[in-house]
């Protein structure tokens, strides 16, 4: 693979896997970045539903992320709420325990 591979591809990022080693901060003079799960902001699933509040999870398939929530950023004390595995590279999370807590916030992590 040489430095034309990425020719006139501008908007391009090169991600890499966690666990992975020796990745420079370029690939073909296009800047590269860590992998990581991401929650999908858009679609029915986001946001509150009735009686739970959930999202999506996207990232490489068969890969678990777990998600943490806790009840106060400025102490925060995280406690797993779900464990997922995507499945095609998506999993739907939903936290049908949200309503008994006046502020729920949500982390993810990769075990």
Do not use: H
């Not at 908007?11 to 929650?39: F, I, K, M």
Request: aromatic share 12%.
């Amino acid at each position: 693979m040489g430095p034309a591979v990425f020719d006139g591809a501008d908007s391009v990022t090169a991600y890499y896997p966690p666990g992975t080693t020796d990745w420079d901060p370029t690939l073909g003079g296009r800047p590269t970045a860590l992998w990581l799960p991401q929650v999908v902001t858009r679609g029915a699933s986001f946001g509150v539903q009735t009686n739970e509040s959930g999202f999506d999870l996207s990232w490489a398939s068969d890969r678990v992320i777990v998600v943490d929530a806790c009840t106060n950023l400025a102490e925060p004390v995280w406690s797993p709420v779900s464990t997922n595995t995507l499945a095609g590279g998506l999993s739907s999370f939903s936290d049908p325990q949200w309503a008994d807590y006046p502020v729920r916030f949500y982390r993810l992590s990769a075990p």
